[in-house]
């Protein structure tokens, strides 16, 4: 929690449903678990400026961490962990009707409350620092879950004193989303011509802790895009920055490449809630195969979601290919010069493709070499949006912009309660999904 030094601590329970890019306005964002960027101009994506695709690129890398990290798939998880659970809250509602928002509560049932909790505290803080003009202390502590009967009551984290350019004190929580900032900004500078100055919390907050604790390593930019990179293998990446920079100091080692950094951690072992030691590699595939189970999931008819259920079934695939048969692939997009004409930079998007892309106008955008025809990834925002009801009360459907632009049938409900027209004779895909998952009888009381 950001605060300055003689404000109260207050504890905040925060589910975190975007991570956004703000300065005097947004840039753009992408949306976690929904595979939907946007960027903040009314451009088409074939006519975006040097700006617009520096944006562009940093949203594509928060894709990348989705995708390709273990935190991103834990963060996929946990969103399906917890719609899950709010589509069996509503089921059990007295006369169909249900209250919004829908939260676990504290008595952890099936570990939803927990696993929301774990996420909101190794996420780290948001608030934006203009100018951070010196790092004080860096510590890690213990944090109280505070979850009843879980076998997990603290999570270490980081927490740093800082001050900026006004010599104004904060104490902040330095975790997940500060490091992906960090990395998707580097690579912005790093093979961008032009970009947005960003503020120095979050966005090169991954980069002040190296130097202040381990300089010689931050000399060259590389190895801090590669240890942002390898702290989202694990599941609190804000601890395990620290703890490698600090190992590497106190053993003497400056990694005479970043690929040897690679080299050196892809090579240990874990263990994984006491079940024995197991290898980053391992890890990342069961998890991979829970995630497709889930994601898969939200679309539980086969014969009408075939080409959904291929599209993610062949991007997790292609993301385990890209962890650990071309582990160098973030550095090879960094040393590979204008985006434009980078040639890594151009494999990765063969080999992955992109989420849905937006602009101010609502023009969508899909770009995928290998996409089967009729693919609709609208509808991973459709589940954002209906995540966002659940979660928040958000009754406003955010795709009416999208479905304007591109000539669907809109009317007053989707400003107000988009659920209704799931008894229509042509579906969104909101009402789509909403009648898919049988909730077209139950309506949220508002």
């Not at 060259?220 to 240890?227: C, G, M, Q, S, Y």
């Not at 008894?423 to 009648?435: I, K």
Request: glycine share 4%; with cysteine.
């Amino acid at each position: 929690m950001v605060t300055n030094k003689s404000s109260i601590f207050v504890v905040i329970f925060l589910i975190v449903s975007y991570m956004s890019r703000r300065l005097h306005q947004t840039l753009g964002y992408y949306t976690p678990a929904f595979f939907h960027i946007n960027v903040g101009t009314n451009a088409s994506f074939s006519r975006f400026s040097d700006m617009d695709f520096s944006v562009y690129l940093h949203e594509y890398i928060h894709f990348i961490q989705d995708t390709t990290t273990i935190y991103g798939l834990n963060n996929m998880f946990v969103y399906s962990e917890y719609l899950r659970f709010a589509i069996d809250q509503v089921y059990s509602s007295k006369n169909k009707r249900f209250d919004i928002p829908i939260l676990p509560t504290d008595d952890n049932k099936e570990n939803v409350y927990l696993n929301m909790k774990i996420q909101n505290l190794t996420n780290g803080d948001s608030s934006e620092i203009r100018k951070v003009k010196a790092i004080i202390s860096i510590n890690i502590e213990s944090e109280p879950t505070g979850v009843i009967g879980s076998s997990v009551d603290s999570i270490e984290s980081v927490f740093v004193e800082c001050i900026d350019d006004k010599d104004n004190d904060y104490f902040l929580s330095f975790g997940a989303l500060s490091i992906m900032e960090n990395m998707a900004y580097l690579m912005e500078q790093m093979i961008c011509t032009d970009y947005s100055r960003s503020p120095d919390y979050p966005y090169s907050f991954a980069e002040k802790i190296v130097n202040k604790i381990y300089p010689e390593f931050g000399m060259d930019r590389l190895n801090v895009l590669a240890l942002c990179d390898l702290s989202l293998q694990c599941s609190n990446p804000g601890k395990v920055f620290v703890q490698y920079l600090q190992e590497m100091l106190s053993k003497g080692w400056l990694p005479t490449s970043p690929e040897k950094l690679y080299d050196q951690i892809y090579q240990r072992k874990n263990s994984i809630n006491n079940s024995g030691e197991i290898t980053l590699e391992q890890n990342f595939i069961e998890l991979s195969n829970i995630v497709k189970q889930q994601t898969q999931g939200y679309f539980n008819d086969p014969k009408f979601f075939t080409d959904i259920r291929n599209w993610i079934e062949q991007l997790l695939h292609t993301a385990v290919n890209l962890r650990f048969k071309d582990r160098y692939f973030i550095l090879n997009i960094a040393r590979g010069g204008n985006v434009k004409t980078n040639k890594a930079f151009e494999q990765l998007f063969k080999e992955i493709g992109t989420p849905l892309i937006s602009n101010n106008t609502g023009e969508c955008t899909l770009l995928y070499p290998n996409q089967p025809e009729g693919v609709e990834l609208g509808y991973f925002s459709a589940i954002g949006q209906i995540v966002s009801l659940f979660e928040s009360g958000n009754c406003k459907c955010a795709l009416h912009p999208i479905c304007v632009k591109h000539g669907n049938d809109v009317d007053k409900r989707c400003q107000s309660a988009p659920w209704e027209r799931c008894n229509d004779m042509r579906l969104c895909p909101v009402a789509l999904l909403w009648r898919h998952w049988k909730l077209k009888d139950y309506a949220p009381i508002i």
